[in-house]
């Protein structure tokens, strides 16, 4: 596993921003963060970090040769394709793979249990990205392994996301300022999002947790929608959390990361909380899948298609399971249906535009969090039909709902709204946001070290 929250914050942290302040230039700033990303990433993967080291190394080569129209350049382009879905399949499909064709065949070919990388979904994705960019000639290639490793691996967003594309960063990671100003608002949106985490999260999580756990017996329609509720705010916080984590550590040494959450519960349709959810999954799919294939110019029936293999593609990135596939295939469905049949860009009432966006993510996020369909199929029986009211799932529910809960929920779904970007308007409330920070840290890191739930959905994707 990764370093402790606690170590962290504590030890890894202060270490590497405190020596990254007194190095002389920003060649050795450089080298120091790579070095210090590949430290980090080998506490956790101390042999997959040979992976990461042979992933850049591998993507830098043949971004050189990816330069320019020829033979060669197209050439490179193909087995940087194929090898980055490669090593990505290898390590992530190939049990699911065999699984698959030996129940559809009826075959008894071995599973090999291979761990898999963490974020090894990320990385791939990013160093692809990379080499595809320098074919376009969107960008120059890297001449230096060095910055090309720093790209790839840098720890701020490597195990986790945000994605991050070469193009938004290239200037920053030859020419960039470390500020006072630049690291104070880096502390803070640090800070805002290990308390999204901490704070949030990892409650709203318990809650998930317990209610998934529980057999149909002890379930009732209360139960399963606090469950399917609790979840859809966990891993918005989960995400969401280290997505501001990861885009202030980037400021903290001079960075500047783009959104990947734009409140997408506040959307009013499916296809705006895609605008606003993990923006840096959907807009990579955008720009390298869905636009090469043909996205909306060749015909109404073939941009359908690509939006159904966009997402696809988007559900099965999240994981080797028929139930990230399917949460993907729902979100697809629901984009075309909103393009043809669904009135739901006629209605003039934006509540009721909300209300059925988040209704269609909440359910949506049943079938990712279940751990197979029949699950699902169990908690969407009891979240409409549900109406058993024994002491046994009535105790299950009252159970749940404790003050810390109930207190943490009501927090969640103010802060889903864009409340802190009207608050961020107010000049004089800016010193006092500081203030705050400070508060939530602590408790934070009393959260942190008196809980020892505390999980990383992403980690795994």
Known sequence: MVFSSVVFLFAFLPVVFLVYGVLPSLRWKNLFLALASLVFYAYGEPVYVLLMIFSSAMNYGLGLLASGRGRRAKASLALAVILNLGILCLFKYTGFILENLNGALGTHVPVPAIDMPIGISFFSFQALSYVIDVYRGDVQSQKNY????????????????????????????????????????????????????????????????????????GLNMASAWIGAISYALQIYYDFGGYSDMAIGLGEMFGFHFRENFQYPYYGDSVQDFWRRWHISLSTWFKEYLYIPLGGNRKGAIRTY?????????????????????????????????????????????????????????????????????????????????????????????????????????????????????????????????????????????????????????????
């Open 146 to 217: 060095g910055k090309a490793l720093l790209y790839i691996a840098f720890f701020p967003q490597l195990i986790a996301g945000p994605i991050v594309k070469y193009h938004d960063i290239e200037r920053e990671i030859t020419d960039r300022k470390q500020t006072s100003e630049g690291v104070a608002r880096g502390i803070r949106r640090f800070i805002i999002g290990l308390s999204k985490k901490a704070l949030v999260s990892n409650t709203m999580g318990l809650a998930a947790d317990y209610v998934f756990g529980l057999s149909p017996s």
């Open 305 to 461: 298609l690509n939006k159904f293999f966009v997402f696809f593609c988007t559900g099965l990135w999240h994981g080797a399971q028929w139930t990230f596939v399917i949460w993907g295939l729902v979100h697809g469905a629901f984009l075309i249906l909103e393009d043809t049949i669904l009135p739901i860009k006629k209605c003039r009432i934006r509540w009721l535009r909300q209300l059925y966006t988040v209704l269609v993510a909440v359910l949506a996020f049943v079938i990712f969090r279940a751990e197979n369909m029949a699950q699902a199929g169990v908690m969407f029986q009891m979240m409409f039909a549900g109406f058993s009211f024994t002491p046994e799932n009535v105790s299950n529910c009252v159970s749940i709902l404790n003050p810390l809960y109930l207190v943490t929920l009501a927090a969640a779904f103010v802060c889903a709204m864009p409340v802190k970007r009207r608050l961020e308007k107010v000049e004089r409330l800016h010193g006092l946001s500081y203030a705050v920070c400070m508060a939530l840290f602590a408790l934070c890191v009393c959260r942190l070290s008196a809980d020892a739930y505390n999980p990383f959905i992403y980690f795994r994707f």
